[in-house]
């Protein structure tokens, strides 16, 4: 299988709508494409992927088709240990970061955060998923105790 094009046309689609959802205004017509063919494609890939390398189907993990094991850092680094372990890792990432970032996308909107606040964060997200959730996180709870809505 051509993993590189794969990882390739991942990232490609991933940056796309990423850069869509940073640039562009939030029309429901461009949040719909980022949350079906982003995010649903993603996981879409991720899902078929992940299915015919644990089955063994195609490059599978650690070169036969053997038990799968999540619960030890050797486990996890025999499933990296090849180009399709990778990719499907990576989509698995790129994947759940769009989402994320979706999300934070349509929260901020409707908090009204501008979007030179909403800007920095979602980057941040692209670059570094769970620091950007982080981020945001922080950003809207400051915000909501100032208003005095959380107590």
């Keep these: 299988m051509a993993w590189d094009a794969i990882f390739g046309a991942a990232n490609m689609l991933a940056l796309i709508m990423w850069a869509g959802l940073i640039l562009l205004p939030r029309w429901p017509a461009l949040l719909s494409a ?4 982003g995010v649903g494609l993603l996981c879409l ?28 850092i050797e486990g996890i680094r025999t499933i990296f240990a090849s180009d399709g372990g990778v990719t499907v890792g990576w989509i698995h990432y790129l994947a759940f970061d769009l989402f994320v970032g979706l999300w934070i996308a349509r929260d901020a909107d409707a908090k009204r955060f501008s979007r030179l606040v909403q800007a920095p964060v979602l980057l941040a997200t692209f670059l570094a998923g769970p620091l950007g959730l982080l981020i945001w996180l922080a950003i809207r709870e400051r915000r909501a105790k100032a208003l005095g809505r959380w107590r």
């Design 34 to 37: 980022v949350l079906y063919l």
């Design 45 to 72: 890939a991720y899902a078929g992927l992940l299915i015919v390398i644990v089955s063994g189907g195609i490059d599978p993990v650690g070169g036969q088709a053997a038990a799968v094991d999540f619960t030890s």
